[in-house]
């Protein structure tokens, strides 16, 4: 198995432009989770699927971000504009039941 | 609200010795307990687990401890290696449908040959 699938793996964009991360989950895998890292607050959940259906998305910070899973197989994090405090880690992971989850390699994103 | 912390953000320890890596959480609901080893440029990849009704569980090197009365769990490494220096990550969660897991902010360990 190919594992979680990140794209791009680095972003660097200007502030005020459109930002969009790609994840592919793992074949099976019924749960997708986008996560954030900072030095400052570690590694915060925004947002989450069961069966492309969004879950709970009360970790995303702003309405600039949204996310979208329109098939089994691929999900995507949008930030517009994107600010320079947007500038992290961020990772897709997925799951299956109760198992636990597994990361992709992560994006990762400066917004100068 | 940290509802899982790692307040030490950096442990170094001798090659050979063990590494003890402590997490508090302040959610009494979280029934299961997880660490991840994160290295640099990688995602986070899932280390031990340990569920409410246990308070130890050990895997090889790895073992970790739930002190449920203190709301506190830790992570052995015996013994220490190199390859063992990565970003520590305590998570909790609870089961039941649609659970999902919170992280602490990671301890960095670095182990000296």
């Known amino acids: 198995d190919a594992g979680v699938i990140q794209s791009p793996r680095h972003e660097v964009t200007e502030m005020g432009q459109e930002v969009t991360l790609r994840c592919k989950p793992i074949?099976?895998?019924?749960?997708l989770f986008w996560y954030r890292q900072t030095m400052m607050r570690g590694l915060e959940l925004l947002i989450y699927?069961?069966?492309?259906?969004?879950?709970?998305d009360s970790g995303m910070p702003e309405d600039r971000f949204s996310a979208k899973m329109p098939n089994a197989s691929f999900s995507t994090l949008k930030i517009q504009p994107s600010e320079p405090r947007d500038s992290a880690v961020y990772f897709c992971?997925?799951?299956?039941?109760?198992?636990?989850?597994?990361f992709g390699p992560g994006t990762r994103l400066t917004v100068t | 609200d940290q509802q899982v912390k790692q307040n030490s953000p950096s442990l170094s320890v001798q090659e050979g010795r063990i590494s003890i890596l402590n997490c508090d959480y302040t959610?009494?609901?979280?029934?299961?307990f997880l660490w991840y080893k994160k290295y640099p440029a990688e995602g986070p990849t899932f280390l031990i687990s340990?569920?409410?009704?246990?308070d130890k569980n050990e895997d090889g090197r790895f073992t970790v401890f739930l002190n449920k009365s203190a709301k506190h769990l830790s992570l052995h490494i015996v013994p220490s290696q190199p390859g063992d220096s990565a970003v520590y990550f305590c998570?909790?969660?609870?089961?039941?449908?649609?659970?999902?897991?919170?992280f602490g902010k990671g301890i960095t360990l670095s182990v000296r040959p």
């Open positions: 992971a997925s799951r299956t039941g109760y198992d636990e989850q597994y």
């Open positions: 074949s099976g895998h019924d749960y």
């Open positions: 699927f069961n069966n492309n259906v969004p879950i709970d």
């Open positions: 959610n009494s609901m979280f029934d299961y």
């Open positions: 340990i569920s409410s009704i246990k």
């Open positions: 998570a909790a969660g609870y089961t039941g449908a649609n659970s999902k897991l919170t």
